[in-house]
C-alpha cells in the first residue's frame, strides 16, 4: 500500500513480539559496546571527541591544529587528524577565543546523546508508529542494522549525529507539513561542515513531486556552502592546502568510508586508474537518483526512499552516516515481505532477521566486503520498489497522493495517517505495518 503505514490497535501477542524483538535487538547493542570498549579488544570511546576539544585549545593558543604533530602531541591518537574545513577551523576559533570555551565540550555531549536519543525517535515515530514498542523496535535498528552502525555513531561522538539530528528535526516537518525553512537552515549549515549533506536536498525537492522552487533553492544554498570551500584557497591558501593534505592523508590510511567509492579504491586497477572509484561512485550514484527521479513512489515509501539515498550517495559514509539510513531501510525492506503473519510479526521479524544477515555477511568483510553489501542492498531493496510502483501503479503519476486529509475512511493524526474505527472494521488486519 503505496508508502502509508496501516495502524490499528495491535493485540497483546502482537506487542509482545515487538517488545521482544526490540529488548533482542537492545540487549545485542549492549554486548556490543562492552565488548568493543570494556572487556574485549578494546578501542577509546568517543573518539572524534578529543580531535575537537584539543583543536580549539590549540586555536585558542594560536596554533594550527591541520599540523599533525601539534594535534597528536596535544593527545589526540596519531591516526586521526582534523579535517574539519577551514570554514568550521574559523568557528572553532572564535569559540576558542571567547568565554564559550569552557562550554564547548559539554555542549557537543549534550548534542551527541541527544542525537542518539533523538534520531531513532523521530523516525520511528515517522516510518514505524507511535507506540512505545514500535519506537523501540526503531531504536534497536537504528543501533544494529549496517552492522551496528547506530553503535559505531555512539561511539565516535562525531558531530555528524547531531548534524543529522538537526536536519531530521527540520526535514519532519517538512516532510508533513511542507514547511522547509527550518530545513534549508540546518542543511546549509551541515553542508558547511561536511559537503556530502548537500544530498540531502533532494527531499523538500521530490518529497511531494517533484518541486522547481526548492530545486532552486537547494541549488543556491548548495552554492552558497561551496563557497566557504573555495575562498579559503584565495584567502589563506597556506590553510587550504594544510587542510586537503590531512584530507589526503586520511584517505591515504584507508578511511574511506562503506560505499562503492571505497570498495573500488582496493580494487588493482585503481592503482592504474586513479579516476575509476570515482567514475563507479558516480555511475552508482546516478543509479539512485534515476530511481528516485521517476516519482513512482509515493508517501512514506518516497520519504525513506529519499533518506537512504541521500545518506548512499555520499561518496565516504561512515558509521553515524549510515545509521541515518537504518530505520527507513528496514521500513521499506519490510514493505516487500508477504503479508500473512499480521502488523505485530513481520515488521520485528524482518527487522532482526536484516541485523542478523547484514551481521554475518559483512563480518570482518570476510564474505562480502561491507562497502560493497551495504550500497548494493540498499540500491536493490529501491530498484524493487520502483519497478513495483511501476508494474501496479501502469507508470508514473497516476497513483494518488496518500497525504490527503479529506481521504474517505481516513484521518490526519499528527504525522501519521491513520485509518477511523469505522473503515478499520471493513479492512483486513493484513494491511498494517
Not at 25 to 52: E, K, N
Not at 126 to 154: E, H, M, V, W
Request: hydrophobic share 55%; net charge positive; proline share 6%.
Amino acid at each position: 500500500m503505496d508508502g502509508i503505514v496501516y495502524r490499528r490497535a495491535m493485540s497483546l501477542s502482537e506487542n509482545t513480539v515487538i517488545w521482544i524483538a526490540a529488548l533482542a535487538l537492545m540487549a545485542f547493542s549492549v554486548c556490543v559496546i562492552l565488548d568493543r570498549h570494556f572487556i574485549g579488544h578494546t578501542s577509546p570511546l568517543f573518539w572524534d571527541m578529543p580531535v575537537y576539544l584539543r583543536a580549539t585549545d590549540l586555536l585558542a593558543a594560536g596554533e594550527n591544529p591541520y599540523v599533525s604533530d601539534l594535534l597528536h602531541r596535544a593527545g589526540v591518537p596519531d591516526y586521526l587528524y582534523f579535517i574539519s574545513p577551514p570554514a568550521v577551523m574559523m568557528l572553532f576559533a572564535a569559540i576558542g577565543n571567547s568565554p564559550l570555551h569552557p562550554l564547548f565540550a559539554p555542549t557537543l555531549t549534550i548534542l551527541h546523546f541527544l542525537a542518539m536519543v533523538g534520531t531513532p525517535l523521530l523516525l520511528g515515530r515517522l516510518l514505524f508508529g507511535q507506540s512505545p514498542a514500535r519506537i523501540a523496535l526503531a531504536a534497536g535498528a537504528f543501533f544494529t542494522l549496517f552492522a551496528s552502525a547506530g553503535l559505531s555513531a555512539f561511539s565516535a561522538m562525531n558531530n555528524g549525529s547531531a548534524l543529522y539530528f538537526l536536519i531530521l528535526m527540520a526535514a519532519i516537518t517538512g516532510l508533513t507539513v511542507k514547511h522547509w525553512a527550518a530545513f534549508h537552515v540546518f542543511t546549509t549549515i551541515a553542508s558547511i561542515f561536511k559537503p556530502y549533506y548537500v544530498f540531502f536536498w533532494i527531499l523538500p525537492v521530490l518529497a511531494h513531486g517533484f518541486n522547481g522552487r526548492q530545486a532552486f533553492i537547494g541549488a543556491g544554498l548548495s552554492t552558497l556552502a561551496a563557497l566557504t570551500y573555495i575562498l579559503p584557497l584565495w584567502l589563506t591558501p597556506d590553510i587550504f592546502w594544510a587542510w586537503m593534505g590531512n584530507v589526503a592523508t586520511t584517505l591515504d590510511i584507508d578511511d574511506v568510508g562503506g560505499n562503492i567509492f571505497g570498495a573500488a579504491t582496493s580494487w588493482d586497477l585503481a592503482s592504474e586508474w586513479r579516476w575509476l572509484p570515482h567514475a563507479a561512485q558516480g555511475a552508482y550514484t546516478c543509479f539512485l537518483a534515476g530511481l528516485l527521479l521517476l516519482g513512482r513512489l509515493r508517501g512514506r515509501k518516497l520519504w525513506a526512499a529519499l533518506l537512504v539515498g541521500a545518506v548512499f550517495m555520499n561518496p565516504r559514509p561512515l558509521g553515524y552516516d549510515v545509521a541515518t539510513a537504518a530505520i527507513p531501510f528496514a521500513f521499506l525492506t519490510a514493505t516487500l515481505l508477504p503479508r500473512t503473519l499480521g502488523s505485530g510479526w513481520w515488521l520485528p521479524l524482518s527487522t532482526v532477521g536484516l541485523a542478523g544477515l547484514m551481521m554475518v555477511l559483512s563480518y570482518e568483510d570476510r564474505i562480502i566486503p561491507a562497502a560493497v553489501l551495504f550500497p548494493l542492498m540498499a540500491a536493490g531493496v529501491l530498484a524493487v520498489l520502483v519497478l513495483r510502483a511501476g508494474k501496479r501503479s501502469g507508470g508514473p503519476g497516476r497513483r494518488r497522493s496518500p497525504e490527503v486529509a479529506a481521504m474517505p475512511g481516513w484521518h490526519c493524526e499528527g504525522a501519521a495517517i491513520t485509518e477511523n474505527a469505522e473503515t478499520a472494521t471493513r479492512r483486513s488486519p493484513s494491511h498494517a505495518l
